[in-house]
């Protein structure tokens, strides 16, 4: 499918930096004019994403938050959250629901559950010692 438009972004793995990086995903497709209920959606996923990053990723240390964003001509919004952190184990289970390995965070281990209620698709790359590169789809409905 062809790619419409497309963005890059990297910021430090600060908590704070989640609103900024639910902004940039807001402001990157509003040219699709998403419902609020979409936009909703695709800041909720990305900023669980971003959350994990910083929390699991580097877990409190410093480190650099990719974002790349594409839209491609049927409307897809495909988002590549990536971290080069402590990476996965066990990426199947970290998927479980109320899995965390934060739990002196009282984390409560839904932010992968959270991703994929919101979005078409989730796909999670990662190499332990590496980092993760979490993959966000959803497709944006055309109510024009």
């Known amino acids: 499918m062809k790619t419409v438009n497309e963005m890059k972004l990297s910021f430090p793995s600060k908590s704070c930096n ?16 998403p419902t609020v209920s979409e936009l909703s959606d695709l800041k909720t996923a990305v900023s669980e994403a971003v959350t994990n990053c910083v929390v699991h990723g580097y877990r409190r ?12 001509e049927d409307r897809r919004v495909i988002l590549k959250i990536r971290d080069t952190g402590v990476g996965i184990a066990d990426v199947k289970q970290a998927m479980e629901p109320l899995f965390t390995t934060a739990p002196e965070e009282e984390r ?5 559950a959270v991703m994929q209620s919101f ?4 796909r999670v790359r990662s190499a332990t010692g590496k980092g993760t590169t979490v993959t966000l789809e959803k497709r944006i409905s055309d109510a024009r």
């Open 108 to 112: 409560a281990g839904l932010g992968f």
């Open 119 to 122: 979005c078409d698709k989730v």
């Open 18 to 33: 989640e609103a900024f990086a639910r902004a940039a995903v807001s402001a990157f497709i509003a040219m699709l004019d």
């Open 61 to 72: 240390d410093s480190g650099t938050i990719h974002i790349s964003g594409k839209i491609t």
